[in-house]
């Protein structure tokens, strides 16, 4: 059984960072292989059952087994079969900022421990890959950020419990200019150094980190809008001030809000 999903074709020429380009659920069979070639993306897989092969551009071959996830970098030549019947999750990603993410996560081609796969968060995924529109690329784009954090940073169930709040409750009032860490550790009744580890903890940096790149990835999407000025289009995202949005903006991405919106 396949299960995979790609991009939704856009009108909109939205350039996000790092994007999640495709994702799906495979369940394979003895003797099953993949096409054999170089591809220019991102590729993490998290085995589900069953043993999963990789061949390397050394020959060597990594054997990715049930709670534990690998990466194909871009540029690879992707080589995966299997010698048994199997099941596994895959997601892509692109980007100009893709090969930083690498570094960032401290991604691995060879294969480590993870816990047990979040079919539900791939199922997601597909879910919003599947959607047109840019709020659709930009849920998507949060999703798979999620992904590579789990990946990275196995949650327990009660780090789990308080981080999924946390991200509900940035979705729910990110652009509300008044929230800081303070306020959402106070509306979940946590000590502010008891949020900022678990959050560390699951997605390897701090809650204000994770804020205001999620205010940015809203930012980008607002700024695709000809009807809103950059005055309106950081008030939407939560900045109070366009002069702060600003320097933030250069600061993440080398370029200002107009240059951005102007060259693309």
């Known amino acids: 059984m396949f299960d995979a999903v790609y991009r939704y074709p856009r009108q909109s020429n939205l350039v996000l960072p790092v ?3 495709s994702s799906g659920i495979y369940r394979v069979w003895s003797g099953w292989h993949d096409w054999v070639r170089s591809k220019h993306f991102l590729e993490i897989f998290w085995c589900i059952r069953g043993e999963v092969k990789f061949r390397q551009e050394d020959g060597s071959v990594f054997v990715l087994r049930p709670g534990f996830c690998c990466c194909y970098f871009p540029g690879d030549t992707h080589h995966v079969f299997t010698d048994r019947p199997a099941e596994f999750c895959w997601a ?3 980007g100009e900022l893709c ?4 570094g960032d996560f401290s991604l691995s081609r060879e294969p480590w421990e993870a816990g047990e796969c979040p079919q539900e968060l791939f199922s997601r995924l597909r879910l919003q890959l599947r959607k047109p529109g840019t709020d659709s690329e930009i849920c998507a784009g949060i999703l798979g950020y999620e992904l590579l954090s789990r990946a990275k940073y196995p949650e327990t169930e009660q780090t789990s419990s308080l981080t999924e709040r946390f ?9 509300d200019p008044d929230l800081t860490i303070d306020s959402i550790a106070a509306e979940l009744n946590v000590h502010r150094s008891t949020l900022m580890r678990t959050v560390r903890a699951v997605c390897g940096q701090t809650p204000q980190k994770y804020l205001t790149e999620f205010r940015m990835h809203k930012a980008l999407a607002l700024l695709q809008k000809p009807e809103l000025s950059i005055k309106e289009a950081a008030a939407k995202a939560g900045f109070a001030s366009a002069n702060y949005f600003g320097k933030v903006f250069f600061h993440t991405y080398g370029r200002t809000p107009s240059d951005m919106r102007n060259n693309h």
């Open 92 to 94: 892509t990603f692109d």
């Open 99 to 102: 090969g930083r993410a690498i």
């Open 19 to 21: 994007q999640v380009r």
């Open 167 to 175: 991200f509900a409750v940035v979705e729910a009032k990110f652009s």
